[in-house]
């Protein structure tokens, strides 16, 4: 995962200063044909590149809404795709339009025309390694990883359609989503090898020492070099 940090400091939910204990994760898709992270997230840190227009979310409401999510991911300027954290992820969000707000780190994933598959497959593989992160950092498991619109059927989040309109496109759904974080979460315990058995053999006792040292010859003769004779 390429994660960078930008916290929308200047957005009134961050001013707002409430904090959560975070009890599940929210994924969102932008529902606009911009997959570029400079639509939403800045100013430009050298990587986003320049929104010329200046509407990106890190303002006091932007574009008069009261909106504001943990993370987005998307494009770079160069091109590359990256996970941008906007919020700390105990801050509570603005993203959920109900209750979720309250428990779920929500983020969004940004849309192209939706029949991309490169694309597609790049930012559904950066999502589930964020939920694997978020996972781990706060105890949680695949199954508290819920969509926007599986939060509507909850009566906890607001009537919207992301991401199943997009992920179906592409025979992803949030159910294949959670198997992929599952997945990530398995950590395979390493094996243990066998513990190597030693047989020692012993040639024999002596009360002679002569004899002792002319059978310690034979065996050293055979390869054993390490033999040794040990006294009563």
């Known amino acids: 995962?390429?994660?960078?940090?930008?916290?929308?400091?200047?957005?009134?939910?961050?001013?707002?200063?409430?904090?959560?204990?975070?009890?599940?994760?929210?994924?969102?898709?932008?529902?606009?044909?911009?997959?570029?992270?400079r639509r939403y997230v800045g100013p430009n840190d050298g990587f986003l590149g320049e929104n010329h227009y200046n509407n990106h979310w890190n303002q006091h409401r932007p574009s008069g809404r009261q909106v504001c999510v943990h993370a987005f991911i998307g494009k770079l300027k160069n091109g590359t795709i990256a996970t941008y954290q906007t919020l700390p992820w105990d801050h509570r969000g603005w993203h959920a339009g109900g209750?979720?707000?309250?428990?779920?780190?929500?983020?969004?994933?940004?849309?192209?025309?939706?029949?991309?598959?490169?694309?597609?497959?790049?930012?559904?593989?950066?999502?589930?390694?964020l939920c694997a992160h978020l996972c781990k950092l706060?105890?949680?498991?695949?199954?508290?990883?819920?969509?926007?619109?599986?939060?509507?059927?909850?009566?906890?989040?607001?009537?919207?359609?992301?991401?199943?309109?997009?992920?179906?496109?592409?025979?992803?759904?949030?159910?294949?989503?959670?198997?992929?974080?599952?997945?990530?979460?398995?950590?395979?315990?390493?094996?243990?090898?066998?513990?190597?058995?030693?047989y020692r053999v012993q040639v024999g006792a002596y009360s002679v020492k002569s004899n002792a040292d002319a059978m310690l010859a034979k065996v050293k003769a055979a390869g054993f070099t390490d033999a040794f004779i040990k006294t009563d």
Not at 138 to 165: C, F, M, V, W
Request: net charge positive.
């Open 1 to 37: 995962m390429n994660l960078k940090k930008l916290i929308f400091t200047e957005n009134e939910c961050y001013k707002a200063g409430r904090k959560i204990k975070p009890k599940g994760i929210m994924v969102h898709s932008t529902g606009a044909n911009n997959p570029y992270l």
């Open 99 to 129: 209750d979720a707000n309250n428990s779920h780190i929500g983020f969004e994933i940004c849309e192209d025309n939706l029949s991309g598959t490169s694309y597609f497959k790049a930012v559904y593989k950066q999502a589930t390694e």
């Open 138 to 198: 706060y105890g949680l498991t695949e199954n508290d990883i819920i969509g926007h619109y599986e939060g509507y059927q909850k009566k906890i989040a607001s009537n919207h359609g992301d991401p199943r309109h997009w992920f179906s496109r592409h025979g992803k759904s949030m159910d294949t989503f959670r198997a992929d974080v599952k997945k990530l979460l398995t950590v395979p315990t390493p094996s243990t090898p066998p513990t190597k058995k030693l």
